[in-house]
């Protein structure tokens, strides 16, 4: 069953709901994966996507704070979430396709401003978050799996627009891509954007400070589409829609996509 798969922060679903729906329209992807939503689940405009020919949803929401939900045009049931580091924080969900397919979809933790879990609790609790997912996946050994997210970190050189000037800017610290890459491993995780695209600079991300965001081009590559081993060679075409990021009103990250032919 070949389809293709976007993840994108959206920044308010509620917000931005024309957004998703022009994505949805333009793009069509068989599935999307969102995070930031920042609402209640009964708050989600289900019934504008499904208008849109998406008509299932999985999602957890929390009022105004994190939340993840997917969309999807293919049927798909609740595989459920966990609640990591036990806050209660809507950062996860799972869903299942009709041919057993697992797709996490994750937002982890920013990390706030100073890359020091003694000064900054946010920080630790960033580490804590990637700590559990690790210790998960390593006693889950995920099979058929796909895991996409606003992973809040950019872990190659390539993947920011200075590695020199952001060694010490929160996500891109070498202790945050050593815990991603412990995560990655424990997983057996297959970065499926980099073995599609495995050179050149690549961002998701470019912060609302600049002025003129697409002509500085300060980016990172902060939003993931992962598979399990056994199906990570069924994908390809990856891409990250760019201009997305200059639509009006936008999120600050653009969305990006991957297809499977399972």
């Not at 800017?169 to 954007?193: K, L």
């Not at 199906?231 to 997305?244: D, K, M, P, Q, T």
């Given at each position: 069953m070949p389809f293709t798969l976007a993840t994108w922060n959206i920044n308010s679903v509620r917000l931005r709901a024309d957004l998703v729906v022009k994505l949805l329209t333009e793009e069509a992807p068989d599935i999307l994966c969102l995070q930031e939503c920042k609402s209640p689940v009964d708050k989600i405009p289900a019934e504008v996507f499904a208008g849109a020919g998406y008509g299932h949803m999985v999602a957890r929401g929390q009022k105004g704070y994190n939340g993840v939900a997917i969309l999807s045009k293919l049927p798909l049931e609740d595989a459920g979430h966990r609640d990591f580091c036990e806050k209660g924080d809507a950062r996860h969900v799972a869903a299942r396709l009709e041919d057993g397919t697992t797709i996490h979809n994750f937002y982890v933790p920013a990390g706030g401003d100073e890359p020091d879990r003694e000064k900054n609790p946010k920080f630790g609790h960033k580490l804590d978050f990637l700590t559990e997912m690790r210790d998960w996946f390593r006693d889950s050994?995920?099979?058929?799996?796909?895991?996409?997210?606003?992973?809040?970190?950019?872990?190659?050189?390539?993947?920011?627009?200075?590695?020199?000037?952001?060694?010490?800017?929160?996500?891109?610290?070498?202790?945050?891509?050593?815990?991603?890459?412990?995560?990655?491993?424990?997983?057996?995780?297959?970065?499926?954007?980099?073995?599609?695209?495995?050179?050149?600079?690549?961002?998701?991300?470019?912060?609302?400070?600049?002025?003129?965001?697409?002509?500085?081009?300060?980016?990172?590559?902060?939003?993931?589409?992962?598979?399990?081993?056994?199906?990570?060679?069924?994908?390809?075409?990856?891409?990250?829609?760019?201009?997305?990021?200059?639509?009006?009103?936008?999120?600050?990250?653009?969305?990006?996509?991957?297809?499977?032919?399972?």
């Open positions: 050994r995920p099979e058929k799996s796909i895991l996409v997210g606003d992973l809040n970190i950019a872990p190659r050189e390539d993947d920011v627009w200075s590695h020199k000037q952001l060694l010490k800017v929160v996500s891109h610290t070498p202790i945050e891509v050593e815990h991603m890459a412990d995560t990655q491993d424990a997983g057996r995780w297959v970065d499926v954007t980099r073995a599609d695209i495995p050179e050149g600079l690549l961002y998701s991300w470019w912060s609302y400070r600049a002025r003129d965001w697409d002509a500085a081009d300060k980016g990172r590559r902060l939003d993931h589409i992962w598979a399990s081993p056994d199906i990570a060679n069924a994908a390809h075409g990856s891409r990250i829609l760019r201009a997305v990021r200059g639509w009006t009103q936008p999120s600050d990250h653009a969305p990006v996509f991957a297809s499977f032919d399972l």
